[in-house]
């Protein structure tokens, strides 16, 4: 990765002098951050005496599922008839398109608003414009694998069918789309660094990376059904106004020019369009909107640091808050109301919880919401297919939630978990007990009722015990997934640890999660009165569960 | 003789909040200043503007005879910052991260890793040298900042808590660097809680409190009003020398 990346940008000293960088400084920018990034998974691993190769393991089984959805993507270049590859690459760069947002907003936003590098480089002889180019290309250089994972079954099926240059053509284009999202996601942020009071940004980026992911993938869902079927036929593609503003038609319309020979006014527009907006947009960020990106995230900083102008407390006593009257409400034990008020606050307060958990619960409404259109739309009303569906919404949820809980064991602030061992608690489980509730009054009984709310709107109310049934299951379930993992106390754990356990854990529990939603099925299918006869006894298994979860001793957490 | 900092009604701000409220200042150079004043009177924000890191302040600052706000990148290759939480790559080892911070300045790679060499020695961190930062205590990370600052050899040095976290030797070793540095003409500017290390180490101290100076003169002439120790001045010129009686209430509170 780091030979590769630098190898290229040693190729490119026209651009950067284009650019206005400052070449040496940025070379030993990007070299200093690529070698980080090796190093910093394995800091976690050096307890396993791991080698050093192992640190990009991730890296590289993410590169593998995008290549992997990739071939869903290319399905319909290698299907549609040459005269009508116009729609099929549209999908094809539309879905690279959106990869490489989500990508951006989800992964990379925190390289791309990184203050840390200000108070090392910032004081430094080195420029505005060298430190955003350096942040770029370093972003861009992860970006251009993914892309390339994404592509490349795309690239190989137009090699194959229309030859070597149009493959190769393939390649360039999906590059350039990349290189282009880079540029908008980038002023998508300055925009709104422009319009925002400095000290709310951090949140509102936050609300908008959440909302972006989601209409990001439920667009994505849309699109396939946007293409008109008819378009598929062989006959000339013909342009409209709006093409010309969307990107994947750039690289689409490049492709059809290329593949089918056809050289005119709309064709040659796109492809200029194509070829020069990334460059365009790397330039502009460049020369344009570097100082004032840097400026604003120099900001960014000085306002985390700036003496908080907190609306000044008459006492120090804090004021009983919602979460602290539930928690007393909830909670049998002193300990157990601390930890609930502390997962409460928490997740209302860290931007990084809040951005790992909320995108998850969205895209889990969004599945359901898609995937039961989609049905509707192929088996038309009430038949059989839909009979089973509703089931499926409910346990869907306990998938997302299993995610939002691991989230409350981690931090990127783990380290204070130091006050758990000084502090003299005898029970840890009354702790894991109020993370539990606070996890499910807060975040899965809104996530229930919007789903049951769909589900009643789907059957109407006559679902209802299907739908306490599949609650009470699924709090099974939770707890069930609890006890097959290290336990650990609220946000205790360092994000690393999240990883190393999840995949485990997902083989343990999926056949679990599938016997229960299988049984469910079977229950309300076949045995009349089997969901009522079910639910009191569900109902008492989590009551052991919860018990023998609330006595997990010292002993038992990581 | 141009004096190498000069600072004329700065203001400086953060959000609404006006941090800064009217600094005016000149050093001359081979001055050793001891910049001192309670938690949040704007030290760390002063030598921050000094250092180019808040370009958005109103007033006239030139450094080294450079306006601050039009030839800033040539102050900065001519400064030298150690910054006061230490933040550093702590996944490189230091050399590594000595030879980047060399290749910002744009300074001659051999000569860097020769001069990194020979400072690291000094520190006794030679048989750290390979060994990734993540490690090291917070002394070690000190000394290895104090490099990074000054191996651009600058003509200015601010330093941020200078001492902190450093063993006591070490603390002997730096102040006498500090004296000789100042010895050879430049200017050393820092800020520091520690009093008696002020008191001794500096040729001139100011105070600074509420965003504004309130005392600016070597120690004997601050002196010259009371005989008294530096802390005990400091506590009153900041309107906070009811320690004991604090003291007490504390203790009573916590018997509560």
């Known amino acids: 990765m780091k030979t590769t990346t630098l190898w290229l940008i040693d190729r490119l000293p026209f651009l950067w002098r284009a650019l206005g960088v400052n070449y040496p400084q940025l070379r030993a920018i990007l070299g200093v951050k690529l070698t980080l990034d090796n190093r910093r998974p394995a800091t976690a691993f050096q307890r396993w005496n791991q080698k050093e190769t192992e640190s990009n393991y991730s890296f590289y089984v993410s590169l593998g599922i995008y290549a992997f959805m990739g071939i869903f993507a290319a399905v319909m270049l290698a299907l549609v008839p040459p005269p009508a590859i116009v729609p099929a690459g549209v999908f094809f760069f539309g879905y690279v398109m959106v990869i490489c947002a989500l990508t951006l907003i989800n992964d990379f936003s925190s390289v791309i608003l990184d203050t840390s590098d200000n108070q090392i480089m910032l004081f430094r002889p080195v420029d505005g414009r060298t430190t955003l180019i350096a942040r770029i290309v ?50 998508l942020y300055l925009g709104l660094m422009q319009f925002t009071s400095e000290s709310k940004l951090r949140e509102l980026i936050n609300y908008v990376q959440i909302i972006t992911a989601i209409v990001f993938y439920a667009g994505f869902q849309i699109m396939p059904r946007l293409i008109d079927k008819g378009s598929f036929a062989a006959q000339p593609f013909t342009w409209t106004w709006w093409h010309y503003l969307l990107p994947p038609y750039w690289s689409a319309g490049s492709l059809d020019m290329v593949i089918n020979h056809r050289i005119d006014g709309p064709h040659l527009l796109v492809f200029g369009l194509i070829t020069t907006m990334p460059f365009a947009g790397l330039w502009l960020m460049a020369r344009v909107l570097a100082p004032a990106f840097n400026r604003k995230l120099g900001g960014l900083d000085a306002e985390a640091n700036a003496p908080e102008q907190a609306v000044s407390a008459k006492s120090a006593i804090p004021a009983s808050s919602l979460a602290d009257r539930l928690g007393t409400w909830l909670s049998t034990s002193a300990l157990e109301r601390a930890a609930f008020s502390f997962v409460w606050h928490i997740s209302d307060r860290d931007r990084q919880f809040k951005l790992r958990a909320y995108p998850q619960l969205g895209y889990g409404l969004a599945f359901v919401l898609f995937t039961t259109l989609t049905r509707r739309g192929i088996f038309e009303s009430g038949s059989q297919g839909a009979a089973t569906n509703h089931l499926l919404i409910l346990y869907m949820g306990v998938l997302f939630m299993m995610a939002a809980m691991s989230l409350t064991a981690v931090s990127d602030q783990f380290k204070a978990a130091w006050v758990y061992t000084s502090a003299p608690v005898t029970r840890p489980g009354d702790l894991l007990a109020g993370r539990f509730k606070a996890v499910v009054v807060k975040l899965m009984l809104p996530y229930y009722t919007l789903l049951t709310a769909y589900v009643f709107y789907l059957k109407g109310p006559g679902v209802v015990l299907d739908v306490i049934l599949a609650f009470v299951n699924s709090l099974a379930l939770l707890l069930i997934s609890e006890f097959f993992q290290k336990r650990s106390l609220p946000f205790s754990a360092s994000q690393d640890a999240l990883k190393r356990n999840m995949t485990a854990r997902s083989f343990i529990i999926l056949p679990v999660f599938g016997l229960i939603g299988f049984l469910h099925w079977g229950l309300t299918t076949y045995i009349p009165y089997g969901t009522i006869v079910a639910l009191p006894v569900m109902a008492g298994f989590v009551w052991l569960l919860f018990r023998a979860f609330r006595q997990t001793a010292w002993g038992e957490i990581s | 003789m141009t004096p190498v900092i000069a600072i004329h009604n700065l203001h400086q701000f953060y959000g609404a909040t006006e941090i800064l409220k009217g600094i005016n200042l000149t050093v001359a150079p081979g001055q050793v200043v001891g910049y001192i004043g309670p938690n949040g009177a704007g030290k760390s924000t002063t030598i921050k503007t000094l250092i180019g890191l808040l370009p958005d302040f109103q007033g006239e600052v030139s450094v080294l005879g450079l306006d601050l706000r039009t030839q800033a990148m040539d102050v900065k290759r ?17 050399t590594e991260y000595l030879r980047f911070v060399g290749q910002l300045y744009e300074l001659d790679a051999t000569l860097v890793d020769k001069k990194a060499a020979d400072l690291l020695h000094l520190f006794d961190l030679t048989q750290h040298a390979n060994n990734r930062m993540s490690t090291f205590s917070k002394g070690m990370r000190q000394k290895v900042l104090l490099i990074s600052g000054l191996l651009h050899n600058p003509d200015l040095v601010f330093l941020d808590e200078p001492l902190s976290g450093l063993d006591a030797n070490t603390v002997v070793l730096v102040k006498q660097i500090i004296r000789q540095l100042a010895d050879s003409g430049k200017t050393v500017f820092y800020s520091s809680h520690i009093m008696d290390v002020v008191e001794k180490l500096s040729d001139r101290i100011i105070i600074i409190n509420g965003g504004q100076i309130i005392a600016d003169g070597t120690f004997a002439e601050l002196q010259a009003t009371r005989d008294t120790s530096l802390e005990q001045l400091f506590g009153r010129l900041t309107g906070n020398d009811t320690q004991t009686a604090t003291a007490e209430a504390f203790i009573q509170a916590l018997n509560q």
């Open chain 2, 78 to 94: 001519r400064i030298g910052y150690v910054p006061e939480n230490a933040v550093l790559y702590d996944l490189l080892t230091p």
């Open chain 1, 138 to 187: 370093h972003v861009v250089s992860y970006l251009f694998t993914l892309t390339l994972a994404i592509s490349i079954t795309g690239i190989l099926v137009i090699g194959v069918r229309f030859g070597v240059g149009a493959g190769l053509l393939t390649l360039l284009l999906s590059l350039l789309t990349a290189i282009l999202m880079v540029f908008i996601t980038n002023v």
